[in-house]
């Protein structure tokens, strides 16, 4: 059982605060993601739990047992690193039995193990090479094999892909990820790329400025952000954000956009945004795909509006639209044949279904 | 075309110094000008007084008659040349090594102070290798005078009676040792600071989560991370120490009776002062091949490992 619990966290380099008190429960064989911009504390919250970083307040516990004041080495948990950091001197081999080394495991049982975590990650011809002589996938393996090896209690990964190119780290995605179907370890993984995030992750850790924003499933997190940042900060392209009002006319509540747009609200939502009607600082978030072509077929909370466009991005399976509306850039996911032209004005098609209130003011999703 | 048929025409009318204009457009032309002044530094300089000292070597005391290997056979006779031989191994590695021993402690110091006060540290460590070594084995001289130096008067008062530091054997060989050892680490501990802080601390990091305790990091990481530059930190040092001429001249003058004698000092002694120069050019010219030894072994070992890390 490898749960991990930390309590009121907080880390205090001199007199700035890192990570501002978090809570968080780890469930055994877990994958957790921890994601956010840089500087958000996130590698930092990784570094205590490894016993690398010293914490200033609050509790750490492994599998129960707080390990404050444990040394890294004493902790079984096994560490990637950004640059992989593998010993230049010592070869695979000896690079993933290093730690086995250490604590005086049989020569044999080293060999079944590091045997094993070669097959598991297909390095095994590379087993007499010097790191030198690997490219960073395989570094990357190697790193991994460097901690599957220990059978740690936990895995803790420190933006493993950011230093491979953009191809590579889709496909070390995907080796993460059956490397963890296979070996069902507690992962804590940190990255600030939300698609890694959300494809890895049994639960994704959103993190703003030292504190946690949101922890839930990547579904959760991309359908019902409780905050603007996460709100904007998953999903790409990222969340429109438009200044709306809401105004109450003839009974029904309406969106007002601009003097000439304004769409009714959801009848499901009326009832939760009536207090709203008149503030300030209101904001109405829609997601690109929730903005595309106009249809013969119109489903309920649909609704037409004609946009003059500024710059069209044809990505192949779609069209991105770009316009303004309000002051806010907008940005729109068309069909490649819906006909799009830049600075031509097109029908385009609002789906209001999945839209976000939010107050700008408090950063809250309403 | 009109551009390509031109130059042919002019090289028609003045082929030598289109050729010229040729040579000067060459990458290799170029870049032996470039190091031309440093070429003409070391021939004037090394290249031909070693090969002054070379046919020196082979004339008799007068400098009047060829003698051929002469010099060389008489010196192998003679016992105060393996006893020189014997000295300059001994100073040399012995002070090599414990160079490198307080300069890799030094350097560990010197790195884990807070980066607040580590030039100020650093600045000051390095103050026996700056000071000219003439000048400061003068000192030492001063606080080795058997009747009344600070050493001796420190050791008083522990009951140590007063040590001949310079004028009996052991003890003048220690003091020569020690006061190279002085001037020297601190070289040692610039190299090997230098070499630690280019260690990635993440290699360290890996280490402590691998369960390395702190001397199997030191072992394990910092020690063969800096294989290549103790290596050649340890063969420059070598040559220098070998080649020393300074500390021993004026701290003991080879004395007493020839027991701190290396071959600069002797060759000194020889050939100037005895007024036989070609056998001091003879003492000189034994360093090159046992420095040569030293210098093959350990830039093979790093070649070697050159490419690995």
């Excluded at chain 1, 949101?214 to 790409?236: C, E, M, R, W």
């Excluded at chain 2, 070391?42 to 290249?47: D, E, F, M, P, S």
Aim: net charge positive; proline share 5%; with cysteine.
């Amino acid at each position: 059982m490898a749960q991990v619990t930390l309590r009121k966290i907080i880390k205090k380099y001199d007199e700035v605060l890192a990570v501002r008190g978090i809570d968080l429960d780890i469930v055994d064989k877990e994958f957790i993601v921890l994601v956010g911009p840089s500087g958000c504390g996130k590698s930092t919250t990784l570094r205590m739990i490894a016993g690398l970083e010293e914490i200033s307040g609050g509790d750490i516990a492994i599998g129960g047992h707080v390990v404050n004041d444990v040394p890294p080495k004493d902790r079984d948990i096994a560490m990637v690193f950004q640059n992989y950091a593998l010993y230049p001197h010592m070869n695979v081999y000896e690079n993933m039995s290093f730690g086995l080394k250490l604590k005086k495991t049989p020569k044999d049982e080293i060999d079944r193990r590091v045997k094993q975590a070669a097959q598991i990650l297909d390095i095994t011809e590379l087993l007499d090479r010097k790191p030198k002589q690997l490219s960073g996938g395989q570094r990357q393996r190697v790193a991994m094999g460097r901690a599957i090896v220990r059978d740690p209690k936990v895995f803790l990964f420190d933006e493993p892909l950011s230093n491979l190119d953009a191809k590579l780290r889709v496909q070390m995605r995907t080796e993460i990820k059956k490397v963890h179907q296979k070996v069902r370890t507690t992962t804590v993984y940190v990255t600030h790329d939300q698609v890694e995030a959300m494809t890895l992750a049994d639960r994704v850790v959103v993190m703003n400025a030292g504190l946690i924003e949101q922890v839930g499933t990547p579904n959760d997190l991309y359908h019902s952000p409780i905050t603007k940042f996460v709100a904007g900060f998953i999903g790409s392209p990222a969340m429109n954000f438009i200044p709306c009002q809401l105004e109450q006319a003839a009974g029904a509540l309406n969106i007002r956009l601009s003097d000439k747009l304004s769409f009714p609200v959801p009848a499901d939502r009326t009832a939760r945004y009536t207090s709203q009607v008149g503030k300030a600082n209101l904001v109405l978030g829609l997601r690109p795909e929730h903005i595309a072509e106009t249809r013969p077929h119109t489903e309920p909370n649909q609704h037409d509006f004609d946009m003059m466009i500024d710059v069209v991005e044809p990505m192949g399976m779609e069209t991105l639209v770009y316009f303004t509306l309000a002051g806010a850039e907008i940005c729109g996911r068309v069909n490649p044949n819906a006909g799009a032209v830049a600075m031509q004005s097109m029908k385009l098609r609002a789906d209001l279904s999945n839209m976000h209130l939010i107050d700008d003011g408090t950063g809250k999703v309403l | 075309m009109a551009d390509i048929a031109a130059p042919s025409s002019i090289a028609g009318t003045g082929d030598s110094r289109s050729s010229l204009h040729k040579l000067m457009q060459r990458k290799s032309t170029v870049a032996f000008l470039m190091a031309l002044p440093l070429i003409l530094l070391i021939t004037i300089l090394v290249a031909y007084p070693a090969g002054y000292a070379v046919y020196l070597a082979t004339l008799n005391k007068g400098m009047t008659r060829f003698v051929g290997f002469g010099n060389f056979t008489f010196l192998f006779g003679r016992d105060t040349f393996w006893l020189v031989v014997y000295q300059s191994c001994l100073f040399a590695i012995t002070a090599v090594i414990f160079k490198a021993l307080i300069g890799f402690v030094v350097a560990h110091f010197v790195h884990n102070i807070p980066s607040k006060g580590q030039r100020k540290w650093r600045g000051m460590l390095l103050v026996p290798w700056v000071i000219p070594p003439a000048m400061s084995t003068l000192a030492w001289l001063w606080l080795f005078d058997p009747s009344y130096s600070a050493i001796n008067y420190l050791l008083q008062p522990l009951g140590i009676d007063r040590i001949p530091w310079t004028g009996e054997a052991g003890w003048a060989r220690f003091s020569v040792i020690l006061v190279n050892v002085w001037i020297g680490s601190p070289f040692f501990m610039i190299m090997y600071l230098a070499a630690l802080k280019s260690v990635p601390e993440q290699l360290y990091e890996a280490a402590a989560i691998d369960g390395a305790t702190w001397w199997q990091r030191i072992w394990y990481v910092t020690l063969p991370m800096m294989r290549n530059i103790i290596a050649i930190t340890a063969l420059f040092s070598l040559i220098v120490t070998f080649a020393n001429f300074d500390i021993v001249r004026v701290l003991t003058a080879g004395g007493p009776l020839n027991s701190t004698h290396i071959f600069g000092t002797w060759a000194f002694r020889v050939g100037i002062e005895g007024g036989d120069i070609p056998l001091g050019a003879s003492v000189s010219l034994f360093m090159v091949p046992i420095l040569a030894v030293a210098a093959a072994f350990i830039l093979r070992d790093i070649t070697k490992r050159g490419s690995e890390v």
